[in-house]
C-alpha cells in the first residue's frame, strides 16, 4: 500500500501569512493527490484534485503543486476560516490513502 | 445540488453486524464510482471501501476484507456498507463520498455526507 506522510503534523499562524504543507508518497503516484480541508464536527471538503486543479468555489488564496512523490499545499494569505486540518489523499491505486492530517490553528 | 445522507449507524455489540445506507440526491448515480471513509474519534481519516459505477468492481482496505462488503442499487440511488464480525476498532463516524467528474473508482472525492456514527461496544 501507498504510505503518505505530511509535515508539519500542526502549524500556528496568524491571518495573513503564508502557509506551506507538505505531502510525500512511499512510491510515485503521477498526479493522482487531492487535498481536503477539514473544519471540526464538518465532513472533509475538496480543495485541489490532480495535485494543482483548484476545486470550483474554492478561494484562489489555496494551490497545490507536485508530482511523483513529493506534492504542496500553499495558502497564500491566511483567513480566519482557513483554521483547520488538511489531509493529503491520493486515489493512483487502491487503497486509497490518506495522509495524517496537518492542523493549522491560530498563533 | 448533490445531496448525500447517511443513516445505519447506531451502538452495536462487538462481533455483531450493521448495515449502512447512504442517499444520493442532485446528481446521476450511475455514473459514478462511490466510497466508504471513516474517522475514528480525534484521529485521521481512513479510507474504507469504494464501488465502481455499475458495481462491477470493488476495494477494500486489509482492516475490513472479508468483513465489510459495499453495494449499491442504482434503482434506489443509494449505496450501502455491510459490516460484520465488528469491533472496537472498528468505532468512528463513517462517511460516503462521491467520486469527481471522471466517475471512475480512482479519481478524488468531490463530495461527503455528514457522516453517522458507529459505536462497537458491549
Known amino acids: 500500500a501507498i504510505q503518505l506522510t505530511q509535515s508539519p503534523s500542526s502549524l500556528s499562524a496568524s491571518v495573513g501569512d503564508r502557509v506551506t504543507i507538505t505531502c510525500r508518497a512511499s512510491?510515485?503516484?503521477?498526479?493522482?493527490l487531492a487535498w481536503y480541508q477539514q473544519i471540526p464536527g464538518k465532513a472533509p471538503k475538496l480543495l485541489i484534485y490532480d495535485a494543482s486543479i483548484l476545486e470550483s468555489g474554492v478561494p484562489s488564496r489555496f494551490s497545490g503543486s507536485g508530482s511523483g512523490t513529493d506534492f504542496t499545499l500553499s495558502i497564500s494569505s491566511l483567513q480566519p476560516e482557513d483554521f483547520a486540518t488538511y489531509y493529503c489523499q491520493q486515489f493512483n491505486s487502491s487503497p486509497f490513502t490518506f495522509g495524517p492530517g496537518t492542523k493549522v490553528d491560530i498563533k | 445540488e448533490v445531496q448525500l445522507v447517511e443513516s445505519g449507524g447506531g451502538l452495536v455489540q462487538p462481533g455483531r453486524s450493521l448495515r449502512l445506507s447512504c442517499a444520493a440526491s442532485?446528481?446521476?448515480?450511475?455514473?459514478?464510482?462511490m466510497h466508504w471513509v471513516r474517522q475514528a474519534p480525534g484521529k485521521g481519516l481512513e479510507w474504507v471501501s469504494g464501488i465502481s459505477f455499475n458495481g462491477g468492481r470493488t476495494a477494500y482496505v486489509d482492516s475490513v476484507k472479508g468483513r465489510f462488503t459495499i453495494s449499491r442499487d442504482n434503482a434506489k440511488n443509494s449505496l450501502y456498507l455491510q459490516m460484520d464480525s465488528l469491533s472496537a476498532e472498528d468505532t468512528a463516524l463513517y462517511y460516503c463520498?462521491?467520486?469527481?467528474?471522471?466517475?471512475?473508482?480512482?479519481?478524488?472525492?468531490?463530495?461527503w455526507g455528514p457522516g453517522t456514527l458507529v459505536t462497537v461496544s458491549s
Open positions: 512510491q510515485g503516484i503521477s498526479s493522482a
Open positions: 463520498a462521491k467520486v469527481g467528474p471522471r466517475g471512475g473508482i480512482e479519481d478524488c472525492f468531490d463530495f
Open positions: 442532485g446528481f446521476t448515480f450511475d455514473d459514478y464510482a
